[in-house]
């Protein structure tokens, strides 16, 4: 059985740093994109970042452009997303994603989600 698990939420004031992780069991990613996605209340679900298993095929959405950096240890079978100067219009519930065929921003091409952890930018 397939499971992402994430962690690394929390709640920190604007402009400090977190860091997430996405851990995944039961099949490896090493041929598949994996991504982050977050949901803010009352919205939908937006892209947050990808990335294939080249490193040239990386995806940020413009909102966190320059401040967040995805990564893979494929050897752990993990997905990282470092948060960078963070604001209030970052908090939200972040989500990994892994299995689409290629890197995408399109959630549906995900196969495989984790539960989400919170992330809270608050003063």
């Known amino acids: 059985q397939v499971q992402l698990v994430e962690s690394g939420g929390g709640l920190v004031q604007p402009g400090d740093s977190l860091k997430l992780s996405c851990a995944a069991s039961?099949?490896?990613?090493?041929?598949?994109?994996m991504g982050w996605f977050r949901q803010a209340p009352g919205k939908e679900r937006e892209f947050v970042s990808a990335i294939g298993w080249t490193v040239d095929q990386i995806y940020y959405a413009d909102s966190v452009k320059g401040r967040f950096t995805i990564s893979t240890d494929y050897a752990k079978n993990t997905v990282y997303l470092q948060m960078n100067s963070l604001k209030p219009e970052d908090t939200a519930v972040y989500s990994c994603?892994?299995?689409?065929?290629?890197?995408?921003?399109?959630?549906?091409?995900?196969?495989?989600w984790g539960q989400g952890t919170q992330v809270t930018v608050s003063s």
């Open positions: 039961g099949r490896s990613f090493s041929t598949a994109a």
């Open positions: 994603a892994a299995g689409a065929p290629f890197c995408t921003f399109y959630r549906y091409s995900y196969s495989h």
